[in-house]
């Protein structure tokens, strides 16, 4: 097993020029056999969430993105994506970003650095990819 690649999508995140869905994916783009800055501008429109955190959050869209090129099968990719999105939910109360950022509650779930960690830990493990002790 490689060495956990958790941390590097945090810091991708905080450098502020990445968003949510692109330090995941990017972090794991040669699991995914894809370019840096193709992955980049692939995920480019998953910031602050689906639709603009109406949706999902952005960090598992990146997650899924690296499982659908990896694994390059429909049925797998949706089972493993499926994991992952139920054990986040079952970490963070919702996958859904304005509710992770308490946008009606004013009271935040989860910070993005966070779900960024968490997406990545999750993605890692149904990649069989390290044990993710951070």
């Known amino acids: 097993m490689c060495k956990s690649k958790v941390n590097a999508a945090v810091a991708l995140k905080a450098t502020g020029r990445y968003n949510c869905a692109q330090a995941v994916a990017c972090?794991?783009?040669?699991?995914?056999?894809?370019?840096?800055?193709?992955?980049y501008d692939t995920t480019n429109a998953f910031g602050v969430g689906m639709g603009n955190m109406e949706g999902t959050c952005g960090a598992l869209v990146g997650a899924g993105v690296v499982l659908g090129l990896k694994l390059a099968d429909r049925a797998a990719s949706m089972k493993a994506m499926r994991r992952i999105m139920?054990?986040?939910a079952e970490r963070n109360g919702t996958t859904v970003c304005h509710e992770l950022k308490g946008v009606q509650s004013g009271c935040p779930r989860r910070a993005c650095h966070d779900c960024?960690?968490?997406?990545?830990?999750?993605?890692?493990?149904?990649?069989?990819?390290?044990?993710?002790?951070?």
């Open 116 to 134: 960024v960690a968490d997406a990545a830990e999750f993605l890692e493990e149904e990649l069989g990819l390290a044990s993710t002790g951070q």
């Open 27 to 39: 972090t794991y783009c040669d699991e995914a056999g894809c370019a840096h800055d193709r992955m």
């Open 86 to 88: 139920t054990r986040f």
